[in-house]
């Protein structure tokens, strides 16, 4: 083996090394956003729809899941936190999993990070008629508020 | 010999890609650990805080029985080498260590490492009769700086959280010289008013007029019992939640118990807000269930 050989081997080690350091070092910055805060940035917002079994059963009720959002603003994953049915929570992760975010910008010291925060949905019956309320939504316009994007009806 | 000298070379190379494998990996949880360390999350396998139920009142700490008559009393200082507000909280900490030397109070440090952070307290003027890691309390402390007044038993009578003010300071120095003075004295939220204890409740209230909210996120609620009919809300999803979950007819009672006196204020301003009667409760007198049975508030 050439000399030059044995240089690019080390060297790759070493390239290898300092990428898993600063895998290892960025892999857990996970920025905690209030709900409102990190709803008022998605730009695209499908919602759940409501599950027929929970619609013959006459049932409603509130799921409520943790999402993580990517630096690029696509949804990494959907955590279940409580949930009053399993197929309610189903069409939730289906509908949130599809949400979009803004990015953050390549020049921000934290363009690394991932943000994540609470989403609450309640599935309600009013006069037999099935609704799914988009609850941060419903809070930032009580008050005033404005969100980037419309709710789109029907996640599937 | 050309043909080994290539087995030779091949044999070299494996080794060398081998040996940068294992530097990268044994690099890769070095940092990981690292990380985890200074984010303050335990390595898997380890007791974690998150297995523990909060410090309330009423409950009890895992500390030695100090007492040699029911009358003895201790204060656990819980600190924290990345906390700002206990640099800040030094000269009080200072006073109070002085105070108990001087009244024969027991003082236990709380670290997160006793070992490596009991020069970090000495730096704050805090001293202890004893030292503890935080997860020998058996409870899980709500933040720092936490002082907390626990009897002979060790059940936990008083707690002070976060950066003193000039008022709580007088208090404290108050309740290390008299501590069987503060058992019975009521915690007021910011806006002035006491807040209600249980036999209050009970006193005024029957359990079909109230619903307690208990403000913990879900896995610390776990367990948590009343003899009322209850509703666990986390803080963050209270403003979403009140107005579809909680019957307006009802007076909600905030369980402060557990949370520090300005988030029970939020809480009680953010139902006061949305037309709810809500009152604070500061000792629920709340225990430990063996399974976990949730309550009902509706």
Known sequence: ?156 | MVRWQSVRRTVAELALVVASTALMVAGYYTISALVHRRAGVEPVGAQRLTDFAPISIGRRVTLPVFGRSPDTYAFVLVLSPDCPHCVAAAPLLRALTEQAARQGVRIVLALPDKAKDKAYAATLGARGTSTVDWVELGLKPLGTPMIILVDAGGTVVKYWLGEPSSATQHELINAVAHPSDVANYPRRLASGQPMFTESDLRATSGPDSITIVNLLERPQFKGTRYDYPAVNIPLDELRFRSLQELNPAKTQVIDCTVVATMVCDNAVKELRMKGFRAVAMDNSGSGECPDSAKNDGQ
């Not at chain 1, 600063?22 to 599950?51: C, H, I, N, W």
């Not at chain 1, 399993?86 to 949130?96: E, F, N, P």
């Not at chain 1, 941060?136 to 009806?153: D, Y």
């Open chain 1, 1 to 156: 083996m050439s000399c030059s050989g044995l240089q690019v081997i080390g060297l790759c080690a070493l390239l290898n090394l300092f990428s898993s350091l600063s895998s290892a070092a960025q892999g857990d910055a996970l920025a905690r956003y209030p709900p409102e805060t990190l709803r008022k940035e998605a730009t695209t917002v499908v919602l759940p729809m409501y599950p027929r079994s929970m619609l013959s059963l006459n049932k409603g009720g509130l799921v409520v899941v943790s999402v993580i959002v990517a630096p690029d603003g696509h949804v990494q994953s959907v955590q279940d936190l409580d949930s009053c049915d399993a197929a309610a929570l189903d069409s939730v992760r289906s509908a949130v999993s599809r949400w979009q975010f803004t990015a953050i910008p390549r020049t921000s010291p934290f363009r690394d990070a991932r943000r994540t925060t609470k989403l609450l949905f309640l599935f309600r019956l009013t006069d037999g008629r099935p609704t799914v309320v988009d609850l941060v939504a419903a809070e930032i316009e009580s008050r005033g508020g404005k969100l980037t994007a419309a709710s789109l009806e029907g996640g599937h």
